[in-house]
């Protein structure tokens, strides 16, 4: 069954840092570009950061550029989401997929005031 889970979220205050992992079953992830996407109520899903198969490209949303971090470990079938310098804007549903095959149920990022 091919699938991806993704863990990692959490409550988090401004300036903090969380790092959420993305592992497939199934398949094997490194023949494929991974993205991390997020949601929140009312407003379209969001493409936060994509890598490449083998990770020697990587793209970022505007909003996220310089505070996260996408990368993979092939060997883990693992892809992570490195997310530093938090903001309450950053609060979200996160979730990981494969573009046309498959994306994982979501980690909550609740932000702390």
């Known amino acids: 069954q091919v699938q991806l889970v993704e863990s990692g979220g959490g409550l988090v205050q401004p300036g903090g840092s969380l790092r959420l992992s993305c592992v497939a079953s199934?398949?094997?992830?490194?023949?494929?570009?991974l993205n991390w996407y997020r949601q929140t109520p009312g407003k379209e899903r969001e493409l936060v950061a994509a890598?490449?198969?083998?990770?020697?490209?990587?793209i970022y949303a505007d909003s996220v550029r310089g505070r996260f971090t996408i990368s993979r470990d092939n060997d883990k079938n693992t892809a992570y989401l490195q997310m530093n310098n938090l903001e309450p804007e950053d609060a979200a549903v996160y979730y990981c997929?494969?573009?046309?095959?498959?994306r994982g149920q979501g980690t909550k990022v609740t932000g702390s005031s």
């Open positions: 199934g398949f094997s992830l490194s023949s494929y570009a």
């Open positions: 997929g494969v573009e046309g095959m498959t």
């Open positions: 890598i490449a198969s083998f990770g020697d490209n990587t």
